[in-house]
C-alpha cells in the first residue's frame, strides 16, 4: 500500500496553462509538503501544512497555491505556467522533526 | 554561501569498497541531521537520522555527525551495486523544515 502518493507522474502542458498536482497520504501524519526538485537534483522546501494550517511558505511565486482540505490531502494548483516550472514536485509528509516519506514525485515539463 | 555544501561527485566505486558521503554546514543551529537515498525517477527514502552529535549505525550504514566541525558523513561498508542512487544529506533546526545538499551520485561497479 503506497504511503505518500501523487498524481499524475507525468504532466506535459503549454506555457501559459493552468495545472494541478494532487497528494495524499494514509499514514496519519500530521504534516504534509511540496518540494520542488530542478535539473541538478537540488531539492528546494515550498510549502508546507501542519493539520490543514499552512506553516512554510517559502519563497514562492504566488502563481502556486497549495491547498489542503484535510490533513491527509496536499494539493498543488499553479496558474500561468512558464518554462522554469519545469521540475519534479515531490509531496513529502512526516510526523515529527524531520521528513519521513517522500512521494514518487510529479515530473513537470512545460513547452 | 550555501547553508549546505555536499561532495558533489560522481562517485564511482568497485563493489564491496567502502564509501565516506560527506556535506559540511555552516548554521551551528541545525540540530538535526538525515540521509536519503534517492534511485533514479523515485523520491528520496531516508536513510538515516542523528539528533546532535555522535554515531549511529544501521546494518552497513553508519553516520556521524561532528558539530564541532559542522560535518556530517555517511560511510557504506561492503557496498553493492544496489547501492547506486544519488545521497542527499539534509539539516534541520526547525521543525520539518530541511535544508538539502545538492547530492552525490554513487555508483558501485560489479
Known amino acids: 500500500d503506497t504511503a505518500v502518493s501523487q498524481t499524475p507522474k507525468y504532466l506535459v502542458t503549454q506555457m501559459g496553462n493552468d495545472k494541478s498536482i494532487k497528494c495524499e497520504q494514509n499514514?496519519?501524519?500530521?504534516?504534509m509538503y511540496w518540494y520542488k526538485q530542478d535539473s541538478k537534483k537540488f531539492l528546494k522546501i515550498m510549502f508546507s501544512?501542519?493539520?490543514?494550517?499552512?506553516?512554510i511558505n517559502e519563497t514562492v511565486p504566488n502563481r502556486f497555491s497549495p491547498k489542503s482540505p484535510d490533513k491527509a490531502h496536499l494539493n498543488l494548483h499553479i496558474n500561468s505556467l512558464e518554462l522554469g516550472d519545469s521540475a519534479v514536485y515531490f509531496c513529502?509528509?512526516?510526523?515529527?522533526?524531520?521528513?519521513?516519506?517522500f512521494g514518487q514525485g510529479t515530473r513537470l515539463t512545460v513547452v | 554561501q550555501k547553508e549546505v555544501e555536499q561532495d558533489p561527485g560522481p562517485l564511482s566505486v568497485p563493489e564491496g569498497a567502502i564509501v565516506s558521503l560527506n556535506c559540511t554546514y555552516s548554521?551551528?543551529?541545525?540540530?538535526?541531521f538525515m540521509w536519503y537515498r534517492q534511485y533514479s525517477r523515485k523520491g528520496p527514502e531516508l536513510l538515516m537520522y542523528?539528533?546532535?552529535?555522535g554515531n549511529k549505525e544501521d546494518g552497513r550504514f553508519t553516520a556521524q555527525v561532528d558539530k564541532s566541525s559542522k560535518y556530517i558523513s555517511l560511510f557504506i561498508r561492503d557496498s553493492q551495486p544496489s547501492d547506486s542512487a544519488t545521497y542527499l544529506c539534509?539539516?534541520?533546526?526547525?521543525?520539518?523544515?530541511?535544508?538539502f545538499g545538492d547530492g552525490t551520485t554513487l555508483t558501485v561497479k560489479p
Open positions: 499514514l496519519g501524519h500530521d504534516t
Open positions: 548554521n551551528s543551529a541545525f540540530q538535526y
Open positions: 539534509a539539516l534541520a533546526y526547525n521543525a520539518g523544515k530541511s535544508t
Open positions: 542523528t539528533y546532535s552529535s
Open positions: 513529502a509528509s512526516s510526523q515529527g522533526q524531520y521528513e519521513a516519506f
Open positions: 501544512y501542519n493539520n490543514k494550517e499552512l506553516i
